[in-house]
């Protein structure tokens, strides 16, 4: 029986652990390790089923296993890491105990399900030329493993995840990418590069493979990494991100900027369908030299309804209504009305007349950085403002 438990963060970007126990009927061994498996690192060939169909990783350093001489055993698992413990009774008897995980969602084709539902029957192994080769009990399968590198075991793939500020959700068509690149010289040369379709929300994992042969430790590697959808760039990283030499780890955390130009509609809903100007609640997030505030209090917000041309909204404290023209990046608000209720809050009453006198003076419109700013006629951003959804 394979049982899921949610319990603590391993990870900073990966929220949830998976334990998985070995069937109630097996026995730990007492004696742990053996000369041909403790202190040694495998990575992934291929598994072979018992009806003869055989699966090969797309990389093979993205699913490697660890024995430790004391007992313990760690993997990567595609795009999650475990660790548990290992023992053997000798006679190519090998039983893992259960194994603890994170739970990212790796992208499509991952083999990260199979391996982990059959790791607990694993209960045999064999070392046959240089090859170490696990069998699953009742002759479930055979996994295939081969010699890790001195550099290889200490791993030559760049780990980390991407995320951005912006608060909607990726459509279906999404692609994540990143690279891992030299630049040391003029013009930066690419050492290896993922592409994870169908990444799905961030924080998105991800796992660069590299050939350890090509790096060299005076050079300077960065990793970048973008979302494009339906070819176009949404979203990339605008600084390098140093990785491997001069004392830098292998793990990385991305950052990512909206790309955008004026116009251009926000993304974002869970139907894939795009977040426009009209029809959309925007929450105020700031006005010039004014103080803006909302912290237990309704935030100043409209809502342009493009069926009949109506704004609703509130400026903090008062409902507003009124109309608006639109004509490309034109844009103005016209006949806008407000109730008269006071503000217990004098900082909030101020935000309020700021902002009912910034609707007035809007002539146009623009998209920035996945927000919405409101401009006067000299150019001037006079509110700015971000999609709630």
Known sequence: MIRHLAGRILLPQLAVLLVVTAPSSAQLPGRLGTPGLAGSSWQLVSFQASDGRVTTPPIRSNYTISFGSDGRVSAQIDC??????????????????PLATTRAQCPRGSLYDSIVRNWPYVRYYSIRNGHLFLTLQGNGGVYEFEPMTGSQALGS????????????????????????EDVSGTQSELIARIRNEQPGNVPIPFVISYDASRIVQNHSYFVRGRILVNGSVWFTTDVNYPVLTGGRGSDVQLLLRRVGSSGTPLPGRSDGTPITLENTYWRLISLPNTLVRSNGQQAANFTLHSSN??????????RITGSYTLSGDRLSFVRTLSTAMACADPVMTNTEQVFLKALLKVTRWRISAANLELLDDAGRVVATFEPVY
């Open 80 to 97: 999650n890491r475990g660790n548990g413990t290992w023992a053997t009774s000798g006679n190519g008897q090998l039983t893992f105990g």
């Open 309 to 318: 041309k109506t704004v609703t909204g509130s400026g903090g404290c008062n």
């Open 157 to 180: 793939a760049v780990r980390g995840s991407a995320t951005y500020s912006d608060r909607f959700l990726l459509p279906r068509t999404a692609v994540f990418e990143a690279t891992l």
